[in-house]
């Protein structure tokens, strides 16, 4: 009697287990199917916010900068001012004239300045001439005509007469005499406009000592095809005394140094 009473419960048991069985499968189906569902969510495309109005992150190499710009050279200064013959006097260029012991007058900024080379030549137991100092227009225009017959009495063509005057005796225009910062200057012991004049007490006087008061030989012997000028050891141009020391230390003529300025 007592076996019969239990067969029913393990029955139950039974199907209980059945039971389980069958949904472990069910359950397995159901979570593979919820990772299938989430990888394929996963691959449908992402919507990106809107970056329109926000500046796009540059990933361009960084580049060199632009190097600066190199400074104006410095203006050149008015006692500089290059007269030869192949830049004019400037059509606005004024002389303050003042007058010489001698009656010949220059330009203002240069008097005292000669004055102390005449007095230091003086005191060397010298004995210099300014035989030409500002010229005019008009007189800068006879001394080339007059240069130009002579050379036409030796049988030279007009032509030919006028470009030999222009190497001895600037075209008008192009004398720094019409500057009023140009002198001549001789011994009275020789008073001649030639090369000899450099063998004189006074032009040796000058050449070692006129830069000390601002002056320079403008027509060196070495320096003609620069100057545009023959040689005229007798031709001293103020420049001040800073720009005539420079000048003599480095040996330049006019032309020369204003090329290097600025550099």
């Known amino acids: 009697m007592q076996s019969s009473r239990k067969q029913p419960s393990r029955r139950l048991e039974k199907r209980e287990n059945s039971r389980r069985w069958l949904l ?32 796009p992150v540059s990933h361009d190499q960084p580049t060199t900068p632009d190097p600066e710009p190199e400074p104006d050279p410095e ?9 030869n013959p192949w830049n004019q006097v400037p059509e606005d260029w004024t002389v303050d004239l003042v007058t010489l012991p001698n009656g010949l007058e ?3 900024r240069c008097y005292d300045a000669l ?25 800068q225009q006879t001394l080339y005509d007059n240069k130009v017959s002579k050379w036409m009495e030796q049988g030279y063509s007009r032509e030919e007469a006028r470009e030999k005057a222009g190497h001895q005796v600037a075209v008008p225009g192009t004398s720094e ?10 011994d009275v012991n020789y008073q001649l406009l030639d090369t000899n004049q450099e063998n004189t007490a006074v032009q040796k006087w000058l050449l070692e000592n006129s830069w000390r008061y601002g002056f320079i030989l403008r027509y060196p012997t070495d320096q003609t095809d620069v100057t545009g000028i023959v040689y005229e050891p007798w031709h001293y141009r103020y420049v001040g005394k800073e720009y005539a020391q420079d000048i003599y230390k480095k040996g330049l003529c006019l032309e020369q140094y204003l090329e290097q300025w600025g550099k």
């Open 24 to 55: 472990i499968p069910a359950l397995c189906a159901a979570v593979i199917l919820a990772v299938v569902l989430i990888v394929e969510l996963n691959k449908q495309p992402q919507v990106l916010p809107d970056n329109s109005n926000t500046t």
């Open 106 to 108: 220059i330009d203002k």
């Open 177 to 186: 005499h019409q500057l009023g910062l140009a002198v001549d200057i001789v």
């Open 75 to 83: 203006p050149i200064p008015e006692l500089l001012t290059l007269v």
């Open 115 to 139: 004055m102390d080379m005449i007095d230091g030549c003086y005191d060397a137991g010298l004995t210099p001439v300014i035989c030409s100092a500002y010229r005019t227009q008009d007189f």
